[in-house]
T-cell receptor, first 113, second 114 residues
Framework: GAVVSQHPSRVICKSGTSVKIECRSL??????MFWYRQFPKQSLMLMAT?????????EQGVEKDKFLINHASLTLSTLTVTSAHPEDSSFYIC?????????FGPGTRLTVL | AQSVSQHNHHVILSEAASLELGCNYS??????LFWYVQYPGQHLQLLLK??????LVKGIKGFEAEFIKSKFSFNLRKPSVQWSDTAEYFC????????????FGTGTKLQVIP
């Protein structure tokens, strides 16, 4: 498998500010990481695929200028929510792709006031 | 593109009752199938997975699932649920040979009453 961590686990910010969420692969060098968003009582929706050393691939309907993804190393991908608004409040989950499956991080709860 | 549907949105059972959660997928090619569980306030955990071979797969905590290719189904079962099984359950699929992109179903909330 793979062990995945996220930081922070919870963050509260004011509307208009930017928030960075880190996703680390602790025991595996990951060329591919994924970012999901989960609204309350809903399923996980894939936002983007993060590829080490290249631009992320965003899913349809996800604003790439609002959700900036950087995968600068084989163990770290970051998601920056720019100019956050209350509607961006959600649970953000990253995962590492390895073999045929993905291994998920514990998630980050973002609350925008 | 693949899609996944879970027909039961909210299931309430008494302890010791048997469980079956439905999952159907739509994809024309070979798929890998997964069931994940999310306990209240916790992150996703893998219950079981199917890649190939025996279509009846056993996972953790007494769960099992059966892949029926002709029905595009991968239903989750447990003969006797416990209160601790109260959680949300997600079926997921990815295309074999793809780059691991996973599509999740909408989830089923299971509530087990003591």
């Amino acid at each position: 498998g793979a062990v995945v961590s996220q930081h922070p686990s919870r963050v509260i910010c004011k509307s208009g500010t930017s928030v960075k969420i880190e996703c680390r692969s602790l025991d595996f060098q990951a060329t591919t990481m994924f970012w999901y968003r989960q609204f309350p009582k809903q399923s996980l929706m894939l936002m983007a695929t993060s590829n080490e050393g290249s631009k992320a691939t965003y899913e349809q309907g996800v604003e790439k200028d609002k959700f900036l993804i950087n995968h600068a190393s084989l163990t770290l991908s970051t998601l920056t929510v720019t100019s956050a608004h209350p509607e961006d409040s959600s649970f953000y989950i990253c995962s590492v792709g390895r073999g045929r499956e993905q291994f998920f991080g514990p998630g980050t709860r973002l609350t925008v006031l | 593109a693949q899609s996944v549907s879970q027909h039961n949105h909210h299931v309430i059972l008494s302890e010791a009752a048997s469980l079956e959660l439905g999952c159907n997928y739509s994809y024309g090619g070979t798929v890998n199938l997964f069931w994940y569980v999310q306990y209240p306030g916790q992150h996703l955990q893998l219950l079981l997975k199917y890649f190939s071979g025996d279509p009846l797969v056993k996972g953790i905590k007494g769960f099992e699932a059966e892949f029926i290719k002709s029905k595009f189904s991968f239903n989750l079962r447990k003969p006797s649920v416990q209160w601790s099984d109260t959680a949300e359950y997600f079926c997921a699929v990815n295309a074999e040979g793809g780059y691991q992109k996973v599509t999740f179903g909408t989830g089923t909330k299971l509530q087990v009453i003591p």
